[in-house]
């Protein structure tokens, strides 16, 4: 029986952690910038910036703006402000990478996750990435966190070719 009880209450514990990870704090970087290449682009050069995107997110779950266009090569970064009073994400990648990770985010809303080209930004907090896009195509950005995706918090990155 107390293995059982200890069980439950270790299981409840990780749980509350968990369900903690998205809540209003702000997220760390945890060491360096991972320089893996993505289907649309790799973790950008600070010192090879082109020019600065500002980004809006709101409670109204939308960003401002939501539509961009860049040009293959250019590395960019965006600096995303949250004038909201919740949390919100900016995630780069593919409409289907953002569906599958959507999902997850359901399932497990707790759930921690830090990549180049993602920032959490907190309840009137400011947060910024770094993105070379090197590589043409249409890509995707979206707010992950549960109910703000299906909401509608997306937009489009058009990356033009050379």
């Known amino acids: 029986m107390k293995l059982r009880t200890a069980a439950l209450l270790l299981s409840l514990a990780s749980i509350t952690t968990l369900a903690s990870a998205h809540g209003n704090e702000e997220h760390k970087k945890a060491g360096p910038v991972k320089m893996e290449q993505k289907p649309w682009g790799i973790a950008g050069n600070a ?14 779950m939308r960003f401002t703006p939501d539509k961009l266009e860049v040009r293959e090569g250019e590395t960019v970064r965006f600096v995303h402000t949250n004038s ?31 990549e180049p080209y993602m920032s959490h930004v907190a309840p009137g907090k400011r947060g910024e990435i770094v993105w070379q896009f090197n590589r043409a195509g249409e890509f995707d950005f979206a707010c992950l966190l549960p109910g703000h995706y299906e909401a509608g918090m997306v937009g489009k990155i058009k990356v033009v070719a050379k």
């Open 84 to 114: 909201g009073k919740v949390m919100h994400e900016f995630v780069l990648g593919t409409k289907k990478e953002l569906d599958e990770h959507a999902a997850l985010m359901k399932k497990f809303p707790g759930m921690e996750h830090e």
């Open 47 to 60: 010192k090879a910036v082109s020019r600065t995107i500002e980004i809006g997110m709101t409670d109204a």
